[in-house]
């Protein structure tokens, strides 16, 4: 006991100071955005002579200037990413989730939409008032950035005046074009912070990827915007004087205009690409453009003024440590061509952590198919996402696709499920090459990355420390306080498959917590091929997590051209681990006004699938949690050492060992390129030897002396992992506390089961016209008119091969499917008024009833919203709509949440 209270007590005294350390980073990186970056043009002794020097001295390695930003542009980042490593892995050990599945009160008033809501809606997905204090801050950050400088170079204009003769409005035009310049210096801190896909510091902050691309987009905008200025401001003032060409082609000592111009072309470039109809129109082209806009856009840059780099450097080193990985997953060998008949477990010991298609199938239509891809242990987060390379179709191309991690074969690891529709050429050729090779072609993935910070799973080393972390701490599962009071999901084709993200949430907090949560379900398809694909599993994840759920099911498209298809079995490597848990009993109550509510109450073996999931680590899958954090640590250290190490070596010599600085143009080709490579080169060294002594070890030629004794070692590690793995009683879940229990596999692994029951449900529903109306396969649907017709799920009880023999069953379903788009608001205040949140069926609100002078708790329900971005808008306009009535009735009213990408909503999934 007072092991364990010590024990528990030095994890909270670390992580204290983690928070500590990553608050100070955070401070001091605002500080420098606030105050010390406008110090130069607000202190008056640096202008008594012009240039200025700023109390620069060029001739010392480690002058003022230098020192003042390391401190705040490399010692502040470097600090930054090492506590939020190190938040992340004491997160794992004391089971601190962060965001409670509740919404806060201040949460739910930050998700409010700001009028006029349709107009932001269409201009740029909605803007909430948490967004719109984000902008705030950055206009008045602007603000006081251009206030100081103009009010600097508002005294020189007198100056000027006497060494040229050029008018007043010419001065302070070109005046202003310098201030908009250095206007840039903060928006570049804070630009390329969200744009790293695995980043430590998104993940200890709890802001999900795509969330923080939202806010990239807006200030990519904005800081293009400020480029196009500040470069029409100096080309117009050199056309009204006559000497364009001369100046646009100058080469100076301390500004470098040509560069400039060769910047500001590439800025245009990535600019263009990335606005929202060139991107959808072709992602291939926006992704290529994108990035050889950007590497032109910060080299030229740098060259043109090399002061720039400084403030590039804190998101660069963080986007280097990535790219590290995204070069070494995209240079090694990862072939899925190996023998179908090695198995599941040997797929670790490959080249390099080889990818491998462990199962595909294509839609008999020829729309769309699904993926199992094998990945490595302890590399794996829950939910998040991949980017897909198939050579055979260009070896260039990359596409990202949303993911769930599933239990592997041997129910020891995880495997990535991912589901593709054919909307493309790309994504058509991929579609057409799994119906006509199945598994037989090479695939290259990139991460994968977690959507959110996600929880670890299934290590034995973690579930250990957090057992005795959490002994007398009180802790116990999650708490129905922390679940909302039910959850709405709209989708629209195959956005569908985001839904498996919302039932992993889901089950992470636990089958207690899940039973019979009220969930409706409205979703949407232009073709019946994606109802006869995604329906069986998506039902098979919601019935093993046992909630009450209201189907609503709508083809937009004309049902009575199709022609139902017999669906051929997935082409296997291997034998897939949806046979992890027992088989699955579900009981079907009635549904009326052509809804279907499914209830199902599931039996787990007690030998449940063991789920081994982590974010830590993208690429190489260590034998350790220790070794996982250990590494990316090492990746991390390796970066920021060796940035500094060639800040200081360019330093020394372009400026302290030649009599003459080095131009601009040559500083700055020599920071950019010294950095990149103290980045990628050290990191990708380590990766490499990581991966060549993992392969060697698995040869089996580490230590060719000691056969035998290798060989009883390997063994015996085998039966220990096997008997930890036995002896877990719950996976770690990001909650208050965990389990310590083994009172019942099915609360044991809810994760898991509801992974692993998603992938078991291969049967192929039909839809057809509809019988007549009453009870069809034990469902009582009262149809309407334009119902016609009905999903038919077949009975399956697929027995698999796997751990303990054991299988999934599926009860045979008959739901209603409706013609035409869906009644959003109709249907989804129905529902609530029919789960007493609403009392009138128009959506209207009153307050809730008090007793002894108390007002009941407030009741959310959780919205998510995905596929098209029009449906996405009007659940997201409906849910504020809904929010700001009972805010207006009642403070303790009902509520509908819709913060974007957390437990409560994810309106963005459509990008």
């Given amino acids: 006991m007072r092991t364990s209270a010590a024990f528990r007590i030095v994890a909270l005294s670390a992580q204290l100071l983690a928070r500590v350390v990553f608050s100070a980073s955070v401070l001091l990186i605002t500080i420098w955005m606030t105050i010390i970056g406008t110090q130069r043009w607000r202190t008056a002794q640096y202008w008594q002579h012009f240039p200025p020097d700023f109390g620069c001295d060029d001739g010392v390695l480690l002058d003022q200037c230098t020192l003042k930003n390391l401190l705040y542009m490399w010692l502040a980042p470097t600090l930054l990413a090492f506590a939020a490593l190190a938040l992340l892995v004491f997160r794992s050990f004391l089971q601190r989730g962060g965001n409670g599945h509740r919404a806060s009160a201040v949460k739910q008033f930050g998700s409010f939409l700001v009028p006029p809501r349709h107009l932001w809606q269409w201009w740029c997905g909605g803007i909430s008032i948490s967004d719109l204090l984000i902008i705030i801050c950055w206009l008045a950050l602007q603000a006081a950035w251009m206030a100081a400088i103009m009010g600097r170079y508002q005294k020189l204009v007198p100056f000027f005046e006497r060494l040229t003769d050029n008018p007043t409005w010419l001065l302070e035009c070109q005046l202003v074009a310098v201030a908009l310049g250095s206007l840039l210096f903060p928006n570049f801190v804070l630009l390329f912070y969200p744009v790293t896909r695995g980043s430590v510091v998104l993940q200890a902050s709890g802001i999900s990827y795509p969330d923080a691309i939202r806010y990239h987009r807006w200030l990519g905008h904005a800081v293009m915007v400020i480029v196009t200025a500040h470069s029409i401001g100096f080309w117009g003032v050199w056309l009204f004087q006559g000497k364009w060409l001369k100046e646009a082609l100058q ?31 072709s992602y291939e082209v926006f992704y290529k453009l994108h990035h050889l806009g950007f590497w032109i856009f910060m080299f030229a840059g740098c060259c043109h003024y090399w002061g720039m780099f400084w403030y590039f450097l804190p998101g660069l080193v963080l986007y280097g440590v990535d790219g590290v990985y995204r070069i070494q997953q995209a240079l090694w060998e990862r072939s899925s061509n190996t023998s179908s008949t090695s198995s599941s ?79 493309d050429r790309w994504t058509q050729q991929l579609v057409n090459l799994v119906a006509k090779s199945g598994v037989n072609f090479s695939l290259k993935m990139e991460g994968p990355y977690p959507e959110i910070p996600g929880p670890v799973l299934g290590h034995p080393e973690v579930t250990a420390a957090a ?94 051209t199709h022609n139902p298809k017999t669906l051929p079995s997935p082409f296997a490597h291997v034998t897939a681990a949806g046979a992890a848990c027992s088989g699955t009993a579900v009981d079907n109550s009635s549904s009326n006004s052509s809804s279907s509510n499914i209830s199902s109450s599931s039996s787990i073996s007690t030998k449940a699938p063991v789920l081994v999931t982590s974010s830590l680590c993208p690429v190489v899958g260590l034998r350790s949690f220790w070794c996982q954090a250990v590494h990316k640590l090492a990746i991390h250290m390796l970066a920021f050492a060796g940035t500094l190490a060639a800040i200081l070596v360019v330093r020394y010599y372009g400026f302290v060992v030649p009599d003459q600085p080095w131009t601009t143009g040559w500083l700055g080709a020599a920071l950019v390129g010294g950095i990149s490579t103290a980045i990628l ?100 649907a009262d149809k309407a008119a334009h119902s016609v017709w ?63 002078g108390r007002l009941q708790q407030q009741q959310q329900y959780a919205v998510y919203a995905m596929g098209p971005t029009k449906m996405v808008a009007d659940v997201q306009l409906l849910c504020d709509d809904i929010n700001q009535r009972h805010r207006r009735e009642s403070h303790w009213g009902n509520s509908c949440h819709n913060s974007s990408r957390d437990w409560t909503a994810a309106f963005d999934r459509a990008d």
């Avoid at 009683?729 to 965990?738: H, M, R, V």
């Fill in 251 to 281: 080469q100076g000592d301390r500004v470098n205009n040509l560069a400039g111009g060769v910047s500001f072309i590439g800025g245009l470039t990535l600019w263009l690409s990335s606005l929202e109809v060139a991107r959808r129109a």
């Fill in 467 to 560: 057992k005795v972390a959490c002994k007398n701490a009180g802790a116990n599962s999650h708490h129905k306080h922390h679940m909302p009071d039910g959850v709405v999901i709209a989708a629209g084709g195959v956005g569908i498959t985001a839904a498996l993200s919302v039932l992993h949430e889901l089950a992470s907090a636990g089958l207690a917590a899940t039973a019979g949560l009220p969930t409706l379900l409205i979703w949407a398809c232009r073709y019946a091929d994606e109802l006869e694909f995604l329906a069986p599993r998506l039902l098979a994840a919601a019935q093993a997590l046992k909630l009450n759920l209201t189907v609503r099911l709508y083809i937009t498209g004309n049902p009575a």
């Fill in 681 to 780: 080169v050290p990191g990708s060294a380590l990766l490499w030897f990581t991966l060549l002594v993992k392969h060697f070890q698995a040869a089996g030629v580490s230590n060719s002396k000691a056969t035998g004794a290798t060989e009883h070692k390997q063994r015996k590690d085998l039966e220990q992992q096997q008997e930890q793995q036995q002896q877990l009683t719950e996976p770690l879940l990001g909650t208050d506390g965990a389990k310590t229990s083994a009172a019942a596999a099915a609360a044991a692994c809810p994760v898991a089961a509801m992974a692993a029951a998603a992938l078991a449900a291969r049967e192929f529903c039909q839809l057809k016209p509809s019988t007549a109306a009453g009870a069809v396969d034990g469902i009582i």
């Fill in 345 to 423: 477990s040997d797929r670790h010991n490959e080249k390099g952590g080889s990818i491998k298609i462990l199962e595909a199938q294509a839609s008999p239509a020829g729309s769309m198919c699904w993926f199992l891809l094998s990945s490595n242990r302890y590399a794996t987060s829950p939910t998040g996402f991949v980017w897909l390379c198939v050579p055979k179709i260009s070896w260039h191309s990359w596409h990202p696709f949303e993911y769930i991690a599933v239990p592997d074969s041997n129910g020891s690891g995880a495997a990535v499920l991912i589901h593709i529709k054919a909307y």
């Fill in 790 to 852: 009905e999903l038919q799920i077949p009975a399956a009880a697929a027995a698999t091969e796997g751990t303990g023999g054991s299988h999934i069953g599926v009860t045979a379903v008959t739901i209603p499917v409706e013609t035409g788009r869906p009644p959003l608001i109709e249907l989804i205040n129905s529902w609530l008024a029919a789960r007493k949140q609403l009392p009138n069926s128009d959506g209207s609100c009153g307050s809730s009833s008090s007793s002894g």
